[in-house]
């Protein structure tokens, strides 16, 4: 099997699985993801094969749609790449990749480090932030019937693993918790650059929209 009929089974395959995915984690979500990859590893000496299929497996299976199991990703990529005889070193770069991509609250749990998780993890991150990202976020409060915004409830930083994962805050205190913070965490030079344009983006927003809160426009 060529690289090109692999990467083709993997987009037909992700499809499939993410096909009745919640908005913001669903296949566009992948396909966005997947291209910022390509944009940012233009720039990189990477493994491009590699690049490539942790953009596409890496939410196959977000642990917050799966009772916060965080094995069942890992496990269903492993599984569709050795059916489709995929080498032990690809596969289990891409699983390092998937297992040490997710924000997870802030909290530095990486136990892998390669130019190519660099690269996923700053595609995967772009696209938490910006237009797109504000739209995901709302969208999933949605889906999490959060409030919109509560002003007498503020955004608790540093929290731990745990209690980022079982937070029920409002949607607006996200920005804070991980949107705003993502700038400064991102990667590679291509993903700091267009971050930095994105997180200008949302902090316009957020004077928007605090200034119609308080009826001032």
């Known amino acids: ?22 908005g913001g984690h669903d296949w566009f979500h992948i396909e966005r993801v997947y291209k910022n990859t390509l944009l940012i590893a233009d720039g990189e ?28 990703g890992p496990k269903m990529a492993r599984e569709f790449l050795e059916s489709n005889k995929v080498d032990q070193a690809t596969i289990q770069h891409v699983i390092n990749i998937i297992e040490n991509i997710s924000f997870k609250g802030g909290n530095s749990e990486k136990t892998f480090c390669s130019i190519e998780l660099d690269i996923v993890q700053d595609a995967d991150r772009l696209d938490a932030i910006g237009a797109i990202g504000i739209a995901r976020t709302f969208n999933y409060g949605g889906f999490k019937n959060r409030p919109i915004y509560n002003p007498n409830i503020a955004p608790k930083l540093h929290m731990s693993k745990e209690e980022y994962k079982n937070s029920q805050a409002p949607t607006l205190n996200h920005f804070y918790e991980k949107l705003l913070l993502l700038k400064d965490k991102m990667n590679t030079e291509t993903g700091k650059q267009i ?3 994105r997180h200008h983006y949302m902090e316009g927003f957020l004077s928007r929209f605090y200034a119609e809160w ?3 426009k």
């Open 1 to 22: 099997m060529t690289n090109s009929d692999l990467i083709n089974n993997t987009i037909l395959f992700v499809k499939q699985k993410l096909e009745n995915a919640e």
């Open 45 to 72: 000496v990477c493994d491009a094969n590699v690049v490539k299929l942790g953009a596409l497996l890496h939410d196959i299976a977000d642990s917050k749609f799966h009772d916060g199991d965080e094995t069942v």
């Open 195 to 197: 971050a930095k344009e």
């Open 214 to 216: 308080d009826g001032e």
